[in-house]
Structure formats: structure tokens, C-alpha cells
T-cell receptor
């Protein structure tokens, strides 16, 4: 069974710092990996999606990398701002070979709660 | 609508009551998912619809949970005889694709259920 772990569980940084959030998964047979942001009391907002054939994706100050063979992904946030404060979740979808009919189920980590201090 | 809409946003139920949670997906989206998110946890898969067909309900925790999407658009998640362990945020997500792993999912803001 796929397990997704996110470290650290919580992170507090001063405004302007660059930071890295980590995600690891136990089964490397994934179709894609997605990073989400969740604000308190809100749903999930998709940030970046990386297909299994890709190594990284970038959007503005965000850069996500994927090393499928080692079961790791990182989310890099440059020049952090107080508005970046939220919980960041990573999730994987298994490859069709691994899961057949269940290839649409996202398996989530517990998230990293980020606080950016002004 | 512009996004996935869920109602009610907050629901307090007494143990033993039945509840119904509604999801309005993005117009034209083929796939619809329900996830359950307990406090401090990541969301966990409950069930998946492709149009009106419920293709997977393997994540539903018990037979007290029932989901439907009769016309392939709006979906309702019903929980009968609620228990305290049902307290969670219930998230709905939709995707344009019938094979949703080819694209992104769009989530609603969730329905927070508290069972007293």
C-alpha cells in the first residue's frame, strides 16, 4: 500500500527566506504527483502537477522536483511571503500497471504547515 | 459555475442523525470524487463517479455511507445514523477527464461535519 510522508510537519520561517518542503512515497510506480495548498477552513488548491516522466515543474516562485526512483519530491518556495502561510499537501496517483482500475485515487501525505513571519 | 461548490459548509449533527452533503462540480466535468479529511490528516479517498456511474466505492468506511450522482452532475453524499468518528471535512473534487490521472483535480471548499 502506498504511503506518503511529508517532513517537516510544521515549519516557521521569516519573510523573504527560501524554503524546501519534502515529500516521500514508498511505491515508485506512480503516474503523477501533485502539490496542493490548503488554507484553514478551505479546500485544496492545486499548485503544481508533475507527470512521472518529468523531473520538475515551475510556477512563479514555486518549483517542484520529482525523483521517482528514490520516491521523493520537493517543493521549493523562493522569497517566501506571509501570504504563503498555509498547509502544503503532496499526493500521488499510482500508475495503471500497479493499480489497474484504482489508478485515479490520490494518496495524500499529512501535509506541512508553513508559517511565514513578517 | 466557476468552481466546485459544496453545501452546507458546516453541519452539526447529533449522533444517530442522518446527513446529506451536496457537491456541484465544475460544469462539464466528467469525473467526481469524494474524500474525507480528519483533523490533522490528509484527505482519504471515499468514492469515484464517471458521469452518473459510481465506478469505485471502495473507500466508503461503512454501509452507513452512500453516494449518488443520478444525472451525472450534482452529487450527494449521505451518511446515515452518524457517529462521532464521522466528524471530518468532506471534500468533493471534479475533473474534466474520464481518466482523471491525466489531469488536475479541482477541489471544493469542503463540508465540515461535527457529530456531537
Amino acid at each position: 500500500k502506498q504511503e506518503v510522508t511529508q517532513i517537516p510537519a510544521a515549519l516557521s520561517v521569516p519573510e523573504g527566506e527560501n524554503l524546501v518542503l519534502n515529500c516521500s512515497f514508498t511505491d515508485s510506480a506512480i503516474y503523477n504527483l501533485q502539490w496542493f495548498r490548503q488554507d484553514p477552513g478551505k479546500g485544496l488548491t492545486s499548485l503544481l502537477l508533475i507527470q512521472s516522466s518529468q523531473r520538475e515543474q515551475t510556477s512563479g516562485r514555486l518549483n517542484a522536483s520529482l525523483d521517482k526512483s528514490s520516491g521523493r519530491s520537493t517543493l521549493y518556495i523562493a522569497a517566501s511571503q506571509p501570504g504563503d502561510s498555509a498547509t502544503y499537501l503532496c499526493a500521488v496517483i499510482p500508475s495503471l500497471k500497479r493499480s489497474g482500475a484504482g489508478s485515479y485515487q490520490l494518496t495524500f501525505g499529512k501535509g506541512t504547515k508553513l508559517s511565514v513571519i513578517p | 459555475g466557476a468552481g466546485v461548490s459544496q453545501s452546507p459548509r458546516y453541519k452539526v449533527a447529533k449522533r444517530g442523525q442522518d446527513v446529506a452533503l451536496r457537491c456541484d462540480p465544475i460544469s462539464g466535468h466528467v469525473s467526481l470524487f469524494w474524500y474525507q479529511q480528519a483533523l490533522g490528516q490528509g484527505p482519504e479517498f471515499l468514492t469515484y463517479f464517471q458521469n452518473e456511474a459510481q465506478l469505485d466505492k471502495s473507500g466508503l468506511p461503512s454501509d452507513r455511507f452512500f453516494a449518488e450522482r443520478p444525472e451525472g452532475s450534482v452529487s450527494t453524499l449521505k451518511i446515515q445514523r452518524t457517529q462521532q468518528e464521522d466528524s471530518a471535512v468532506y471534500l468533493c473534487a471534479s475533473s474534466l477527464y474520464s481518466r482523471p490521472n491525466t489531469g488536475e483535480l479541482f477541489f471544493g471548499e469542503g463540508s465540515r461535519l461535527t457529530v456531537l
